[in-house]
């Protein structure tokens, strides 16, 4: 349903026509979707970068041409090549988003190689790259995802500096039940399999992780005010998704579950991306179950241009799709990735703009703008979209 008119106004300072005044002033973090005028955003890091075990829930989001690799490089730093040049374009990253007025913070540079030990399992860090993974801000509160990852368990300590002062100046801060993750969070018999199997288990809402305890990852979220949106994946499950639900109902919000045909479903930002009030650039590879009521919602879909991103590129955690993780820094500014053309021109003729910017070394991390950053704070108040 591409047709070329942007569902909102925007006026010159590319804030929304009708933005309602009142901002919480008294809180550094303030957001509520993915769409408002953009104040300031966490970047991940690259540096110290740090290859997972090679374990199985690696092996379900992996895609079969990488396990060569992923083995090989198991409990490795990754590629110091590609990691050094990944830094580079975070920092160019940055550099971009203060010139467009934003204010950056980072994690802390940690080494993330640090083997651990708990009652239930044994493991080491993998990076500090992707902020959107574990952490969401809804309102005034900052949520600390419980993850689902071995590799990942610990991965909050990188972030301990800014969220201390998040709270200190007024942020709500919060931490969802650390998981136990010992084996029975994971289906021992979930097969890993060729793409045709990984597909059809995706279509039949089986993952690797049980429902033994609540785990999520924040990425597998994507919110429009009164109206979040989640998915089933591998390292979100139902039980996660309740924490959620109940954790958020007293704010007025509203969880709902979409699916996807996704054979490595592991974050909605490259299936469904919210791009404005009632505008999603929708994945045609992955078709959502649910299109039917985003359409009834009177919500404009864009289908996202095939990436353009070449086939020996290499990307250790993620699809090419990358291409459709874009960051609004208001409801007409998104940034893109300077060399995906066709998707630069299908937004800018609905009335966006591109700020086209090169991150494909930090592509190979295994995330795109999106996952790269969460946004802190945006100008806006709670609103009904949908
Ligand atoms: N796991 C998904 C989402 C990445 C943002 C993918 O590989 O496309």
Request: proline share 8%; net charge negative; with cysteine.
């Amino acid at each position: 349903t591409n047709k070329s008119t942007l569902p909102y106004a925007v006026n010159s300072k590319c804030d929304l026509v009708d933005l309602p005044p009142g901002t919480n002033t008294k809180s550094p973090v303030w957001s509520w979707n993915s769409w408002d005028p953009l104040e300031e955003v966490i970047v991940g890091r690259a540096e110290n970068a740090f290859c997972p075990p090679f374990d199985k829930a690696v092996q379900v989001n992996c895609h079969e041409d990488t396990f060569t690799f992923m083995k090989a490089q198991a409990s490795k730093p990754f590629p110091e090549e590609v990691v050094k040049k990944a830094v580079a374009e975070m920092a160019e990253f940055c550099r971009i988003l203060e010139a467009e007025g934003v204010t950056v913070r980072r994690p802390d540079i940690i080494d993330h190689s640090v083997p651990y030990k708990t009652p239930d399992f044994e493991s080491h860090g993998m990076y500090a790259s992707m902020p959107r993974d574990i952490w969401m801000v809804v309102g005034d509160e900052i949520i600390e995802a419980p993850m689902a990852w071995q590799s990942r368990f610990f991965e909050y300590r990188a972030y301990r500096t800014l969220m201390k002062d998040y709270f200190r100046k007024g942020a709500k801060w919060t931490s969802a039940p650390k998981p136990q993750m010992s084996e029975e969070l994971y289906n021992e018999d979930y097969p890993i399999g060729k793409l045709k199997v990984r597909f059809e288990m995706a279509m039949k809402e089986q993952f690797l992780t049980t429902e033994f305890e609540p785990v999520f990852d924040t990425a597998d979220f994507i919110r429009a005010g009164t109206d979040i949106f989640v998915q089933r994946s591998q390292v979100t499950n139902d039980f996660g998704i309740e924490w959620m639900r109940r954790h958020l109902a007293p704010k007025g919000i509203k969880v709902h579950k979409l699916s996807f045909g996704d054979p490595h479903a592991m974050h909605i930002d490259s299936s469904f991306c919210i791009l404005g009030p009632g505008l999603v650039l929708m994945n045609p590879d992955r078709p959502c179950h649910q299109v039917e009521m985003v359409k009834k919602a009177g919500w404009t879909i864009l289908t996202a241009p095939r990436p353009l991103m070449p086939a020996d590129h290499p990307l250790w955690l993620s699809s090419r799709w990358l291409s459709a993780n874009v960051l609004m820094l208001d409801p007409k500014r998104v940034v893109v990735q300077k060399t995906e053309t066709t998707t630069i021109d299908l937004l800018e003729s609905f009335g966006l703009k591109a700020i086209p910017v090169d991150i494909r070394n930090a592509n190979s991390l295994g995330g795109g703008f999106h996952c790269w950053t969460c946004d802190i704070r945006r100008r806006g108040t709670l609103e009904s979209y949908f």
